[in-house]
């Protein structure tokens, strides 16, 4: 055990990488997934057949494949625009968000089709009827009452894109795993390093989804009679 | 590796969804807290706790070392303990919800017809509960299926370690990858297509 506090601050370094990436991703993908559900919801036929092809194809893979065509693929490709060569080798940290927030707004990105569905199509047509556009009646009509139904499963997917980042390991990038096999390769110590990663990533974990529990019961609506 | 992992998976996860339903407090919390730990810690990490840290545990010589190496030989078998773990932990969770949504009435016709508690898990609550839960079930399988990639990581000879290979070897990198996601999605929807159809057969309208 007495190897675990020698090596905190190594761990600490590491754990600093997983929490910016995971803050970084969790809210980027926040975001992009509102567009992929709102599209996939209200989109023309053209938005929605886009989306349904990115969202099914990034469902079908492992985020572990995605990973690695993006790490690896992205500086393979060789895009030229009219003689100007557009350099895709981006830094490790962002090549890791964009994998990640590929895969993350679809999971996201269904959760608000979901969310919005099941909102009563009778909603809508008094929105119409007030003369609200589109834009208004997304955003103060359909989302707040699309929220509630939104924040469980979200608040799953934020505990699994934390415990995804330890992915991140087998791309050599620093996060707390990584820091956590280096330092136990090196004093030999396995399981003491390895227990105290788990419970690291399980208190975050942990909290993240006990928190979403709280708030599915705070805002839970009740069945509309 | 998938179903060997899954299926013993599954067997767990059944255990520890009746044992929770019926069991008596003490038993209850272990399992919740068994589902909790294992639910919040990533696959990976279960994954190199397994394989770096058992061997660990039982210093070169002795009698337990020689378990270990009997029963996890290698990476293939250690990553399917690994997947086992975690799919069970998943799967209690599935199993108590469809456990608890079988409708009281069929329990209590069962009771009225003379079933044990054991009789009544087995003809009345298993048939209900299997075809209640077969949507989030298949959905978490292909999850767990698509898992199996992290096997990679303790050098386990998979879809994605070939792709790898196949990238660093010949440099082919995209085609590779593009090669290897195809076949992930391929497998993908034929997993889904097949129980989609299972669903439809065994349908049942409660």
Partial sequence: MQVVWDNAHLMWNGLRVTLELSIVIIALSTFFGFLVGVGLTYGNVVIRFLLRVYVDTIRGLPLLVLIFLIFYGLPALKIQIGGWHLDTNLGRFETATLAFTLFASAQVGEIVRGSLGSIPTGQTEAARALGMTFWPRLGYILLPQAVPSMLPPWTNIAAELVKGTSLVTLVSMSDLLFSTRKIAERTGEMIPLYLAAAVVYFVICFTISRTGAWLGHRFETGTVR | ?206
Wanted: aromatic share 14%; net charge positive; hydrophobic share 55%.
């Fill in chain 2, 1 to 206: 590796m998938a179903v060997f992992g899954l299926a013993i998976g599954t067997v767990i996860g059944l255990l520890m969804a009746f044992l929770r339903s019926y069991a008596p407090a003490p038993v209850r919390f272990l399992v919740t807290a068994y589902v909790e730990i294992i639910r919040n810690v990533p696959l990976l990490l279960i994954i190199f706790l397994l394989y770096f840290g058992l061997p660990q545990a039982f210093p070169r010589g002795s009698s337990g070392r020689e378990w270990v190496l009997r029963i996890l030989p290698d990476g293939e078998r250690t990553f399917i303990v690994a997947l086992a773990i975690y799919a069970g932990a998943y799967l209690t969770e599935i199993f108590t919800a469809g456990i608890l949504s079988v409708a009281k009435r069929y329990l209590e016709a069962g009771r009225a017809i003379g079933l044990t508690r054991f009789g009544l898990a087995r003809y009345v609550t298993m048939p209900i509960m299997l075809r209640a839960v077969l949507p989030s079930l298949s959905n978490t399988f292909i999850s767990l299926f698509k898992d199996t990639s992290i096997a990679v990581s303790i050098a386990v000879p998979e879809l994605t370690w070939a792709a790898r290979k196949i990238s660093t070897d010949y440099f082919r990198v995209i085609e590779a990858w593009i090669a290897a996601g195809l076949l992930y999605l391929v497998t993908c929807y034929a997993i889904a297509f097949v129980l989609r159809f299972l669903e439809r057969r065994i349908k049942w309208t409660v």
